[in-house]
């Protein structure tokens, strides 16, 4: 039988992960972001990694529409900005700082570092999409420590 969706989720929350903040665009300019931790380097040469989407996001059309996406990797002071972006809709960039990267997808101001994809390849996985990327510019801009979520909530790094 297959194991329960909840108790999945909580037996998954024991791998403690970074928070991301994924950011892209509609093909009509609009911009979409969404809290992700389903994020992997995954090769050097060449540069590509993967994220995995939920089908029922709001910003989920993005990945297909435009193809470009901006992972913005968040510091221990930016909590608040990844409960705003984990929940659907609203107007979820009022108010915050960020400019449009050369991808046109934004840059958020304050993250421990941002890189800016191409997806690749799109591999449908059951309730997600898993995109295949290539990296195409990235930076660290701030030093900090990480956010970091662990067994179902945010936790900051003990050194
Ligand atoms: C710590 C954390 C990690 C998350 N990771 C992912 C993820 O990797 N992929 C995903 O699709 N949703 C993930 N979510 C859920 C989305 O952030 C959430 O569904 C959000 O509302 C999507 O925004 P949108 O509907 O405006 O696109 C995560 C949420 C949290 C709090």
Request: hydrophobic content about 40%; charged content about 20%.
């Given at each position: 039988?297959?194991?329960?969706?909840?108790?999945?989720?909580?037996?998954?929350?024991?791998?403690?992960?970074?928070?991301?903040?994924?950011t892209?665009?509609?093909?009509?300019?609009?911009l979409?972001?969404?809290?992700?931790?389903?994020?992997?380097?995954?090769?050097?040469?060449?540069?590509?990694?993967?994220?995995?989407?939920?089908?029922?996001?709001?910003?989920?059309?993005?990945?297909?529409?435009?193809?470009?996406?901006?992972?913005?990797?968040?510091?221990?002071?930016?909590?608040?900005?990844?409960?705003?972006?984990?929940?659907?809709?609203?107007?979820?960039?009022?108010?915050?700082?960020y400019?449009i990267?050369?991808?046109?997808a934004p840059i958020l101001?304050?993250?421990?570092?941002?890189?800016?994809?191409?997806?690749?390849?799109?591999?449908?996985?059951?309730?997600?999409?898993?995109?295949?990327?290539?990296?195409?510019?990235?930076?660290?801009?701030?030093?900090?420590?990480?956010?970091?979520?662990?067994?179902?909530?945010?936790?900051?790094?003990?050194?």
């Amino acid at each position: 039988m297959p194991i329960e969706k909840n108790e999945l989720r909580r037996i998954m929350g024991h791998f403690a992960t970074g928070v991301t903040i994924i950011t892209s665009v509609r093909s009509s300019g609009e911009l979409h972001g969404l809290t992700a931790n389903a994020f992997t380097s995954v090769s050097l040469v060449p540069p590509l990694l993967l994220i995995c989407v939920d089908k029922k996001a709001e910003s989920y059309p993005c990945f297909s529409e435009t193809k470009v996406f901006t992972v913005n990797v968040l510091s221990s002071d930016q909590e608040a900005l990844s409960r705003r972006f984990a929940v659907s809709g609203g107007a979820k960039f009022e108010g915050v700082s960020y400019r449009i990267g050369a991808n046109g997808a934004p840059i958020l101001e304050g993250g421990l570092a941002y890189i800016e994809c191409n997806v690749t390849q799109e591999i449908d996985a059951g309730d997600h999409t898993v995109y295949l990327a290539e990296i195409q510019q990235a930076e660290t801009p701030h030093e900090g420590k990480p956010l970091l979520f662990f067994r179902g909530g945010y936790r900051e790094m003990g050194d």
